[in-house]
């Protein structure tokens, strides 16, 4: 894989369906995934990752989801699933402040 | 690769209990969503689809699916798959047991099925053990290997599931592994396809009864034994052969056209109904 189609995807692991068995971790070619401290599947380092797919196919527990990732880093929304990726909110830019409306009577 | 995950999730019955009930590394999981992928690449509705399951490990397979799905008794899943498919042949039938249910109790039911090409798929999920009961010896533990009820191993040999199916009978015979999920997804779906009666057989191992006894530090030994230990059934010198060094061949080993039982059934029907006329 040519280094160019690294960093492309957002890997989602979902902590309360991985069951910890540590496929993803082993089979992984890129290292992408460890084992944390719970013994959960967790992502060290997402940029290495190059889109083969062999841990969502594998993980028996539906537990990881590869995204594509948006010009800002964050995960694509999926409109079809309630499924909320944990870190999206990080990558999405903020919305804008509202405005506070003026005083009209700054004396009060 | 995106939307694999995405997709199983629109078929799966999110009011029931997850994750589900497979140990960690157990194959099964695997086999579910590799079935469901199938299904979806076929483009077939959720509600032609029907999911028979037995008792088992695999039995629970039918709960999750959003499909038609029936919880049968021990090792009768393919009887109530015929039922189904004589009652109704538009549907698709999928018949999903555990190496215990096909083979011991339901070996019966498997042999006669196959005898008589009844347009079913059956999907058999060979975790070499009675797992959800314990962990006793099955009639697919290999011989020598270590069980709750062979402690200094199993003194039989075991069946080979596929040559069982060739020498029955049925039309579409092929051999999958839960390590080979895209290999997998393609046996599935030309099983469902076709119009007699299709095995698949699919190696999912079992961790927790199976590897614990039998040198398998954990579940990922048991992945890395099934990758150095299948050789895909093409690149045989004598695909009739079993090689000699062990490995277990995986592909399709028959894949004959020959017309379903219902579908006799029904062209015997309106012959016999052109002739009242």
Request: aromatic content about 8%; overall charge neutral; hydrophobic content about 35%.
């Amino acid at each position: 894989m040519s280094k160019k189609q690294k960093g492309q995807t957002r890997v989602c692991v979902y902590p309360d369906w991985c069951k910890g068995c540590g496929l993803c971790v082993a089979f992984c070619p890129a290292k992408v995934l460890v084992l944390n401290a719970f013994g959960k599947a967790e992502v060290a380092n997402e940029d290495e990752c190059i889109n083969c797919g062999f841990c969502e196919l594998h993980c028996p527990d539906f537990a990881i989801a590869i995204k594509p990732r948006a010009r800002n880093g964050a995960a694509q929304p999926d409109p079809r699933s309630g499924w909320e990726d944990p870190e999206s909110e990080h990558g999405r830019a903020s919305p804008p402040e509202p405005t506070p409306e003026p005083n009209p009577n700054p004396e009060e | 690769m995106a939307d694999v995950t995405q997709l199983i999730h629109d078929y799966l019955r999110h009011n029931k209990k997850f994750p589900h009930v497979f140990c960690a590394g157990c194959g099964h999981g695997i086999v579910l969503g590799s079935l469901i992928r199938s299904v979806h690449a076929l483009g077939l509705p959720k509600d032609d689809v029907v999911l028979v399951a037995g008792i088992g490990c695999s039995g629970r397979m039918a709960v999750y699916v959003d499909f038609n799905t029936v919880h049968t008794t021990h090792g009768r899943a393919l009887t109530f798959a015929t039922g189904i498919k004589m009652a109704n042949p538009r549907l698709k039938v999928i018949c999903v047991m555990g190496d215990g249910d096909a083979m011991s109790i339901g070996g019966n039911h498997l042999i006669h099925a196959a005898r008589r090409n009844i347009g079913v798929t059956a999907l058999i999920l060979n975790n070499q053990i009675y797992g959800m009961t314990g962990g006793q010896c099955s009639s697919a533990t290999p011989q020598g290997d270590i069980s709750m009820t062979t402690p200094f191993g199993s003194l039989e040999k075991a069946f080979d599931i596929v040559d069982m199916c060739k020498a029955a009978g049925a039309s579409y015979v092929a051999r999958g592994t839960s390590f080979h999920a895209i290999q997998l997804d393609r046996l599935i779906s030309s099983a469902i396809m076709h119009p007699g009666f299709s095995v698949v057989e699919v190696f999912s191992p079992c961790p927790t009864q199976y590897g614990r006894k039998n040198k398998f530090r954990n579940a990922v030994d048991m992945y890395k034994w099934l990758k150095s230990n299948t050789v895909k059934v093409e690149t045989l010198k004598d695909p009739t052969q079993k090689p000699d060094d062990g490995r277990i061949p995986i592909g399709v080993f028959r894949d004959v056209e020959e017309p379903g039982l219902e579908e006799r059934y029904f062209e015997l029907q309106r012959k016999l109904m052109g002739q009242n006329r």
